[in-house]
């Protein structure tokens, strides 16, 4: 049996007023959400574009184990309906690479 990694984390790195008593003080919300969990989807990235420095800041502000999963654009997956859709899906990549 193989041991694969297990991520846990949410849709979003806002800490709820129940919850933030587990997370540190100190630290943007990013810094004190990754501090506790090892994942967390950028759902933002479905409903407008991020600049790549953006996605460079995010990453370098957390602990490395954290795993970011970019959710694709609502454009190429919903719009275009993944058809004709290698010059946005080059795009987002490029801005999240």
Not at 62 to 71: A, E
Request: charged residues 20%; glycine residues 6%.
């Amino acid at each position: 049996m193989s041991h694969l990694p297990i991520y846990i984390g949410c849709a979003g790195w806002s800490v709820g007023r129940e919850q933030a008593a587990v997370f540190p003080v100190e630290g943007t919300h990013l810094q004190r959400y990754g501090s506790q969990l090892n994942c967390v989807e950028i759902n933002s990235s479905f409903y407008r574009p991020h600049r790549h420095q953006t996605y460079v800041r995010w990453d370098e502000s957390c602990p490395k184990r954290l795993v970011f999963c970019v959710k694709a654009p609502k454009h190429t997956t919903h719009e275009l309906r993944l058809a004709d859709f290698a010059q946005p899906l080059n795009e987002f990549l490029r801005q999240c690479s």
